[in-house]
C-alpha cells in the first residue's frame, strides 16, 4: 500500500530556532517524488520543496531542507530559523503513478514569539 | 512558479443548489486537478481533468456529483451538484508543472465553500 504518515499533529517551536516535521512513507515504486507544502489559515496550498527517489543531494530551499533517508523511508522537512510567519499547517505528500499525489493528515506548527 | 486563480473564493450556499469553481492557469498545462480538503482534514484528489476528453474521477466520486469541464488547457471548472451541508469544504484545483526535471503541483488559493 502507497501511504503517507504524518506523526505529529501539532509542533510548538520559538522564533528562531530550527524545527523538524516528521515524514514516513510507503511504496514499491522505485520512482517517486516526495514533497511539502504550507497551508496557511487562508486555505492555499504554497509548495515549499521537492525530493525524488534518485536524488542523492537532500533538497534545500532558503530556509527549508528535506531530509531524505531513503532506506528509513523518511522525508523530514527542517525550517531553520523560524519566523512568525511560518505558523501554519504542512503536509507532506508523495507522487505516486507518474502524477496522483497522496498527502500525510498534516502538521500543524505554531512559531512562538 | 506557477500562478493559479480561483473564483470564487469563498461562498455560503443552500442545500439542493449547485455550485460551479472556475480554475484559471497562467501557462498552458496537460493535466489539472481537483481536490476536496474537508474541514481538519487532509486532501482528497475528486478527479483528473484532462483537456479534449472526460475527467477521471477517483473512487467515491462520481460525474453526477462533480461534473468537470477542460475546454482548453488553462481553464477547467468543477460544479458540485445538489449539495448537502457534507460538501461544505475547501475545493482545490491544482495544475501540474514540468520544471526542468522536477514535476510538481502548484495549486490556487481553494474555494471555501459553506452549505446551510
Known amino acids: 500500500a502507497q501511504k503517507i504518515t504524518q506523526t505529529q499533529p501539532g509542533m510548538f517551536v520559538q522564533e528562531k530556532e530550527a524545527v523538524t516535521l516528521d515524514c514516513t512513507y510507503d511504496?514499491?515504486?522505485?520512482?517517486?517524488?516526495l514533497f511539502w507544502y504550507k497551508q496557511p489559515s487562508s486555505g492555499e496550498m504554497i509548495f515549499l520543496i521537492y525530493?525524488?527517489?534518485?536524488?542523492?543531494q537532500n533538497a534545500t530551499e532558503g530556509r527549508y531542507s528535506l531530509n531524505f533517508q531513503k532506506a528509513r523511508k523518511s522525508a523530514n522537512l527542517v525550517i531553520s530559523a523560524s519566523q512568525l510567519g511560518d505558523s501554519a499547517m504542512y503536509f507532506c505528500?508523495?507522487?505516486?503513478?507518474?502524477?496522483?499525489?497522496?498527502f500525510g493528515t498534516g502538521t500543524r506548527l505554531k512559531v512562538l514569539a | 512558479s506557477a500562478v493559479i486563480s480561483q473564483k470564487p473564493s469563498r461562498d455560503i450556499c443552500q442545500r439542493g443548489t449547485s455550485l460551479t469553481i472556475q480554475c484559471q492557469v497562467d501557462?498552458?498545462?496537460?493535466?489539472m486537478f481537483w481536490y476536496r480538503q474537508q474541514p481538519g482534514q487532509s486532501l482528497t484528489l475528486i478527479a483528473t481533468?484532462?483537456?479534449?476528453?472526460?475527467?477521471?474521477?477517483e473512487s467515491g466520486f462520481v460525474i453526477d456529483k462533480f461534473p468537470i469541464s477542460r475546454p482548453n488547457l488553462t481553464f477547467s471548472t468543477l460544479t458540485v451538484s445538489n449539495m448537502s451541508p457534507e460538501d461544505s469544504s475547501i475545493y482545490l484545483c491544482?495544475?501540474?508543472?514540468?520544471?526542468?526535471?522536477?514535476?510538481?503541483?502548484?495549486f490556487g488559493p481553494g474555494t471555501r465553500l459553506t452549505v446551510l
Open positions: 505528500a508523495m507522487r505516486v503513478q507518474t502524477y496522483k499525489y497522496i
Open positions: 511504496t514499491s515504486d522505485q520512482s517517486y517524488g
Open positions: 481533468a484532462n483537456q479534449g476528453s472526460e475527467a477521471t474521477y
Open positions: 525530493q525524488g527517489s534518485y536524488d542523492e
Open positions: 501557462s498552458q498545462v496537460t493535466m
Open positions: 491544482s495544475a501540474r508543472y514540468r520544471v526542468g526535471f522536477e514535476d510538481t503541483q502548484y
